[in-house]
Protein backbone atom coordinates (compact mmCIF):
# COMPACT_ATOMS: atom_id res chain seq x y z
CA UNK A 1 0.00 0.00 0.00
CA UNK A 2 2.58 2.09 0.70
CA UNK A 3 3.72 2.22 -2.71
CA UNK A 4 0.51 3.50 -3.99
CA UNK A 5 0.87 6.39 -1.79
CA UNK A 6 4.45 7.10 -3.12
CA UNK A 7 2.99 6.70 -6.72
CA UNK A 8 0.35 9.45 -6.07
CA UNK A 9 2.75 11.69 -3.95
CA UNK A 10 5.49 12.21 -6.91
CA UNK A 11 2.81 12.18 -8.91
CA UNK A 12 1.40 15.46 -7.38
CA UNK A 13 4.61 16.61 -6.85
CA UNK A 14 5.29 16.46 -10.58
CA UNK A 15 2.44 18.53 -11.18
CA UNK A 16 3.72 21.55 -8.83
CA UNK A 17 2.15 20.38 -5.72
CA UNK A 18 4.59 22.01 -3.55
CA UNK A 19 4.79 22.03 0.18
CA UNK A 20 1.25 22.89 0.76
CA UNK A 21 0.34 23.57 4.77
CA UNK A 22 -3.17 23.31 5.22
CA UNK A 23 -5.58 20.55 3.78
CA UNK A 24 -9.35 21.43 3.07
CA UNK A 25 -12.04 18.82 2.81
CA UNK A 26 -15.21 19.96 1.29
CA UNK A 27 -18.30 17.89 2.44
CA UNK A 28 -22.11 17.97 0.86
CA UNK A 29 -23.31 21.06 -0.68
CA UNK A 30 -20.20 22.41 0.30
CA UNK A 31 -17.91 23.46 -2.47
CA UNK A 32 -17.81 27.02 -3.26
CA UNK A 33 -14.47 27.60 -0.77
CA UNK A 34 -12.71 27.07 -3.83
CA UNK A 35 -14.01 30.22 -5.47
CA UNK A 36 -11.34 31.87 -2.52
CA UNK A 37 -8.61 30.17 -3.60
CA UNK A 38 -5.92 31.39 -5.68
CA UNK A 39 -5.42 28.12 -7.71
CA UNK A 40 -2.70 27.55 -9.14
CA UNK A 41 -3.34 23.55 -10.09
CA UNK A 42 -6.82 21.76 -10.20
CA UNK A 43 -6.71 18.27 -10.95
CA UNK A 44 -9.40 15.72 -11.81
CA UNK A 45 -9.62 13.33 -8.87
CA UNK A 46 -9.74 10.97 -11.92
CA UNK A 47 -6.38 11.82 -13.46
CA UNK A 48 -4.78 11.14 -10.38
CA UNK A 49 -3.10 7.94 -9.70
CA UNK A 50 -4.63 4.99 -6.96
CA UNK A 51 -7.55 7.83 -6.28
CA UNK A 52 -10.91 6.83 -6.51
CA UNK A 53 -13.74 8.66 -8.33
CA UNK A 54 -16.28 10.69 -6.41
CA UNK A 55 -19.99 8.95 -7.45
CA UNK A 56 -21.94 11.36 -5.44
CA UNK A 57 -24.30 13.97 -7.72
CA UNK A 58 -23.23 16.79 -5.41
CA UNK A 59 -19.18 16.24 -4.84
CA UNK A 60 -17.08 17.74 -7.86
CA UNK A 61 -14.08 15.83 -7.80
CA UNK A 62 -11.46 17.95 -7.64
CA UNK A 63 -8.04 18.17 -5.69
CA UNK A 64 -7.46 22.24 -5.81
CA UNK A 65 -3.48 23.36 -5.22
CA UNK A 66 -3.27 27.19 -4.35
CA UNK A 67 -3.26 29.81 -1.86
CA UNK A 68 -5.75 31.16 0.71
CA UNK A 69 -5.21 34.09 3.23
CA UNK A 70 -1.22 33.86 1.86
CA UNK A 71 -1.07 29.69 3.34
CA UNK A 72 -0.64 27.12 0.45
CA UNK A 73 -3.88 24.63 0.48
CA UNK A 74 -4.58 21.70 -0.70
CA UNK A 75 -8.47 21.41 -1.11
CA UNK A 76 -10.19 17.86 -2.13
CA UNK A 77 -14.01 19.42 -3.40
CA UNK A 78 -15.65 16.20 -2.86
CA UNK A 79 -15.08 13.27 -0.63
CA UNK A 80 -15.30 9.81 -0.71
CA UNK A 81 -18.24 7.65 1.36
CA UNK A 82 -18.39 3.98 2.04
CA UNK A 83 -21.84 4.09 1.29
CA UNK A 84 -20.42 4.39 -2.38
CA UNK A 85 -19.02 0.93 -1.87
CA UNK A 86 -15.14 1.94 -1.00
CA UNK A 87 -13.74 0.65 1.96
CA UNK A 88 -12.15 3.02 4.66
CA UNK A 89 -8.77 2.26 3.26
CA UNK A 90 -9.99 3.85 -0.08
CA UNK A 91 -12.22 6.14 1.23
CA UNK A 92 -9.27 7.53 3.59
CA UNK A 93 -6.48 7.32 1.01
CA UNK A 94 -6.33 11.12 -0.25
CA UNK A 95 -5.83 12.11 3.55
CA UNK A 96 -2.81 9.45 4.21
CA UNK A 97 -1.65 11.66 0.64
CA UNK A 98 -1.84 15.21 1.79
CA UNK A 99 0.12 14.27 4.92
CA UNK A 100 2.97 12.95 2.98
CA UNK A 101 3.11 15.92 0.98
CA UNK A 102 3.41 17.82 4.46
CA UNK A 103 0.27 18.87 5.06
CA UNK A 104 0.56 20.10 9.09
CA UNK A 105 -3.73 21.49 9.64
CA UNK A 106 -6.22 19.59 8.36
CA UNK A 107 -9.81 21.54 8.15
CA UNK A 108 -12.99 18.87 7.32
CA UNK A 109 -16.49 20.34 6.99
CA UNK A 110 -19.87 18.06 6.21
CA UNK A 111 -23.65 18.23 6.13
CA UNK A 112 -25.21 16.59 8.85
CA UNK A 113 -28.61 15.94 10.88
CA UNK A 114 -29.41 17.95 13.85
CA UNK A 115 -30.40 15.59 16.38
CA UNK A 116 -30.13 18.34 19.62
CA UNK A 117 -33.43 19.64 19.82
CA UNK A 118 -31.76 22.71 20.95
CA UNK A 119 -29.81 23.45 17.14
CA UNK A 120 -31.28 24.83 13.64
CA UNK A 121 -31.45 23.68 10.47
CA UNK A 122 -28.80 26.27 8.72
CA UNK A 123 -26.81 26.35 11.87
CA UNK A 124 -22.84 25.51 12.14
CA UNK A 125 -21.20 22.94 14.57
CA UNK A 126 -17.73 22.38 15.55
CA UNK A 127 -17.34 19.22 16.07
CA UNK A 128 -15.71 17.92 19.51
CA UNK A 129 -16.00 14.57 20.11
CA UNK A 130 -17.54 11.49 18.23
CA UNK A 131 -18.92 8.43 17.62
CA UNK A 132 -17.87 5.47 15.36
CA UNK A 133 -20.93 3.40 14.10
CA UNK A 134 -19.52 2.52 10.29
CA UNK A 135 -19.10 -1.30 10.21
CA UNK A 136 -14.88 -0.84 9.33
CA UNK A 137 -12.38 0.74 10.56
CA UNK A 138 -9.12 2.43 7.79
CA UNK A 139 -6.57 1.00 10.51
CA UNK A 140 -7.93 -3.00 10.19
CA UNK A 141 -5.37 -4.95 8.86
CA UNK A 142 -1.38 -4.90 8.54
CA UNK A 143 -0.30 -1.54 10.26
CA UNK A 144 2.48 0.59 8.34
CA UNK A 145 4.80 1.90 11.38
CA UNK A 146 5.30 4.27 8.55
CA UNK A 147 1.95 5.67 8.73
CA UNK A 148 1.57 5.44 12.08
CA UNK A 149 1.54 3.29 15.10
CA UNK A 150 -0.66 0.07 15.66
CA UNK A 151 -2.86 1.25 18.36
CA UNK A 152 -3.59 5.18 17.78
CA UNK A 153 -4.79 6.95 20.69
CA UNK A 154 -8.04 9.07 19.95
CA UNK A 155 -8.79 10.56 23.43
CA UNK A 156 -8.75 14.26 21.55
CA UNK A 157 -9.48 13.67 18.22
CA UNK A 158 -10.02 16.72 17.10
CA UNK A 159 -7.22 19.55 17.75
CA UNK A 160 -8.14 21.36 20.95
CA UNK A 161 -5.53 24.04 19.67
CA UNK A 162 -7.55 24.42 16.20
CA UNK A 163 -11.23 24.21 17.83
CA UNK A 164 -9.89 26.99 20.05
CA UNK A 165 -8.86 29.45 17.28
CA UNK A 166 -12.14 28.66 15.19
CA UNK A 167 -14.09 30.17 18.43
CA UNK A 168 -12.36 32.87 18.09
CA UNK A 169 -12.66 33.13 14.70
CA UNK A 170 -16.34 32.74 14.83
CA UNK A 171 -16.80 35.08 17.51
CA UNK A 172 -15.29 37.98 14.92
CA UNK A 173 -16.87 36.88 12.12
CA UNK A 174 -20.61 37.39 13.96
CA UNK A 175 -21.28 33.24 13.67
CA UNK A 176 -23.15 31.66 16.47
CA UNK A 177 -21.04 28.12 16.23
CA UNK A 178 -22.34 25.29 18.12
CA UNK A 179 -20.22 22.52 19.36
CA UNK A 180 -21.27 18.85 19.63
CA UNK A 181 -20.82 15.59 19.33
CA UNK A 182 -20.72 13.83 15.49
CA UNK A 183 -21.93 10.40 15.07
CA UNK A 184 -21.10 8.52 11.86
CA UNK A 185 -23.38 6.50 10.54
CA UNK A 186 -23.08 3.96 7.20
CA UNK A 187 -25.96 5.65 5.19
CA UNK A 188 -27.44 6.35 2.10
CA UNK A 189 -30.56 6.11 3.48
CA UNK A 190 -31.57 8.55 6.62
CA UNK A 191 -31.92 7.25 10.21
CA UNK A 192 -35.96 5.98 11.45
CA UNK A 193 -37.80 7.66 14.09
CA UNK A 194 -36.25 5.17 16.42
CA UNK A 195 -32.57 5.23 14.98
CA UNK A 196 -32.78 8.87 15.61
CA UNK A 197 -33.96 8.02 18.81
CA UNK A 198 -31.25 5.63 19.97
CA UNK A 199 -28.34 8.26 18.33
CA UNK A 200 -29.71 11.14 20.79
CA UNK A 201 -29.62 8.61 23.40
CA UNK A 202 -25.85 7.36 23.00
CA UNK A 203 -25.21 11.01 23.59
CA UNK A 204 -25.09 12.37 19.73
CA UNK A 205 -26.02 16.20 18.92
CA UNK A 206 -25.41 15.33 14.86
CA UNK A 207 -25.29 12.75 12.50
CA UNK A 208 -23.63 12.22 9.31
CA UNK A 209 -22.20 9.62 6.80
CA UNK A 210 -18.28 10.74 6.40
CA UNK A 211 -15.77 12.81 8.48
CA UNK A 212 -14.66 10.23 11.72
CA UNK A 213 -12.69 7.83 8.97
CA UNK A 214 -10.52 10.95 7.78
CA UNK A 215 -9.85 12.07 11.04
CA UNK A 216 -8.73 8.52 12.42
CA UNK A 217 -6.41 8.59 9.81
CA UNK A 218 -5.11 11.71 10.26
CA UNK A 219 -4.84 11.13 14.47
CA UNK A 220 -3.33 7.61 12.88
CA UNK A 221 -0.23 9.76 11.14
CA UNK A 222 -0.34 12.64 13.83
CA UNK A 223 -1.75 15.00 11.65
CA UNK A 224 -4.15 17.81 13.81
CA UNK A 225 -7.26 18.54 12.70
CA UNK A 226 -10.71 20.04 13.42
CA UNK A 227 -13.73 19.73 11.56
CA UNK A 228 -17.67 21.59 11.10
CA UNK A 229 -20.73 19.87 10.13
CA UNK A 230 -23.47 22.65 8.55
CA UNK A 231 -26.78 21.55 10.11
CA UNK A 232 -29.05 20.83 7.03
CA UNK A 233 -31.92 19.15 8.82
CA UNK A 234 -33.69 18.65 11.88
CA UNK A 235 -34.19 14.94 13.07
CA UNK A 236 -36.37 15.25 15.56
CA UNK A 237 -38.60 11.97 15.90
CA UNK A 238 -41.39 13.39 17.20
CA UNK A 239 -42.04 15.73 14.34
CA UNK A 240 -40.30 14.05 11.81
CA UNK A 241 -41.15 15.06 8.03
CA UNK A 242 -39.70 13.06 4.75
CA UNK A 243 -36.15 14.28 3.93
CA UNK A 244 -35.84 15.82 0.70
CA UNK A 245 -32.21 15.48 -0.65
CA UNK A 246 -32.87 19.15 -2.48
CA UNK A 247 -34.13 20.92 0.52
CA UNK A 248 -30.98 19.60 2.14
CA UNK A 249 -28.53 20.78 -0.44
CA UNK A 250 -30.55 24.43 -0.74
CA UNK A 251 -29.76 24.67 3.26
CA UNK A 252 -25.86 23.78 3.12
CA UNK A 253 -25.91 26.47 0.20
CA UNK A 254 -27.47 29.01 2.28
CA UNK A 255 -25.32 27.89 5.55
CA UNK A 256 -22.00 27.95 3.23
CA UNK A 257 -21.30 31.77 3.29
CA UNK A 258 -20.82 31.54 7.09
CA UNK A 259 -18.37 28.31 6.45
CA UNK A 260 -16.51 30.15 4.29
CA UNK A 261 -16.25 33.45 6.78
CA UNK A 262 -15.31 30.91 9.49
CA UNK A 263 -12.64 29.50 7.19
CA UNK A 264 -11.39 32.61 5.97
CA UNK A 265 -11.00 33.82 9.51
CA UNK A 266 -9.45 30.81 10.75
CA UNK A 267 -6.94 29.99 8.39
CA UNK A 268 -4.31 32.83 8.69
CA UNK A 269 -4.97 31.91 12.34
CA UNK A 270 -2.96 28.97 12.15
Avoid at 36 to 58: D, G, R
Avoid at 109 to 114: T, W
Avoid at 257 to 267: G, S, Y
Wanted: with cysteine; net charge negative; hydrophobic share 45%.
Amino acid sequence: MFEKFEETVSFLKNQGIDEPEIGIVLGTGLGKLVNEITIIKELEYSSIPNFPLATVEFHKGHLIYGTLKGRKVLAMQGRFHFYEGYNLRQVTFPIRVMKLLGIKWLLLSNAAGALNLEFSKGDLMMIDDHINLLPDNPLIGANDDKLGPRFPDMSCPYSRQINNKMMIAAKEAGINLRKGVYVAVSGPNLETRAEYRFLRGIGADAVGMSTVPEVIVANHMGMPCAAVSVLTDECDPDNLEPADINDIIETAGKAEDQLIRLFMNLIPAL
